[in-house]
């Protein structure tokens, strides 16, 4: 081996390196390096493997196993593929006695994550919950969905958004945060809807007479369920009618099949009262009131009798 000697600023020599001359030397000078280089190798390559080929296809046959949607199935891949990545790196890092870079690296990726997290906290927390709502499933794609002014049904569900297609034709984009954070209305959830509609009928009218009128049309209507059974209640006496409330139920529901059932049979009762003369009155109001008109200085007075109804 050479010896190289270095001058300092003031000209003196300095302690010198020596540079290996032939491979031999070059192999025993970089034994050290070369130890570190192999540890880290194969510590990166056993940690890879083993997380790559078996951690990550347990945890997606697990996931599969407990029914998580396949959008969080890939997800999980994608995050558990960049975590098995970082633990070989660290876990080679540390073997191969590179601890001190691998902290100084830690300490500036937590400070970069955490500046991060603080400017997309609103898409950190519309990602959370639309892992959940993929999770929990309180709506899938294609349900009719109700919150506050927004009603529709869904078109797609990403990690981030809601798309809805409203019963007007419009798009709306919903973040998910708003359908986590907020109750939402699933008429379609189950298997069976049941609504309600209320008949007016007039006082003079036999209230037994109209409700057999009413659960016949309902009989007769094919999308109308036989079990649950129909039925007719009294709830309210009004001003100029008597409320009967009539709960019904369907199979299968939708939308535009809850409109059409329930139109249909509105339509039919109301063509079957009028032919079997069942009065459905509408609320009016008849003004009344008194009269007073001067004729060539004679006061003539009118007076109407009260007899308003509403």
């Not at 510590?43 to 046959?61: I, W």
């Not at 009016?284 to 009798?305: P, R």
Request: hydrophobic share 45%.
């Amino acid at each position: 081996m050479s010896t190289l000697l270095a001058l300092q600023q003031d000209g003196s020599e300095s302690d010198g390196f020596t540079v290996p001359e032939t491979p031999a030397e070059a192999l025993d000078a970089f034994s050290g390096v070369i130890t570190a280089a192999g540890k880290f190798l194969v510590a990166f390559v056993v940690v890879y493997l083993l997380g790559r080929f078996v951690l990550v296809p347990l945890t997606k046959r697990a996931m599969k196993a407990r029914g998580f949607n396949a959008t969080i199935r890939s997800l999980a891949d994608d995050v558990l593929s960049a975590v098995v990545l970082f633990a070989a790196l660290a876990i080679a890092l540390t073997l191969a006695g590179f601890g001190t870079f691998l902290a100084a690296f830690a300490t500036i990726g937590g400070a970069l994550a955490l500046a991060v997290g603080f400017a997309a906290q609103d898409l950190m927390g519309n990602f959370v919950a639309g892992v959940f709502i993929l999770k929990d499933k309180p709506f899938e794609v294609g349900d009719w969905i109700e919150q506050d002014d927004l009603v529709g049904r869904v078109e797609d569900i990403d990690l981030r958004v809601t798309t809805v297609r409203t019963f007007d034709n419009e798009k709306i984009t919903v973040p998910n945060s708003e359908l986590a954070d907020n109750p939402v209305k699933n008429p379609v959830a189950y298997d069976k809807l049941r609504q309600k509609f209320v008949f007016g009928i007039g006082y003079d009218d036999d209230i037994d007479h109209a409700r057999r009128v009413i659960l016949d049309e309902a009989s007769k209507q094919g999308e109308i369920l036989d079990d649950p059974a129909p039925d007719v209640r009294v709830t309210e006496l009004a001003d100029s009618y008597i409320g009967l409330q009539t709960r019904f139920w369907m199979d299968n529901p939708s939308r535009s099949g809850f409109t059409t059932i329930r139109s249909d049979f509105v339509q039919a009762v109301k063509e079957r009262c009028d032919a079997e003369g069942i009065d459905m009155p509408y609320p009016y109001v008849q003004v009344v009131g008194g009269l007073d008109v001067e004729m060539d200085g004679e006061l003539a007075t009118q007076q109407l009798q009260p007899s308003a109804d509403d």
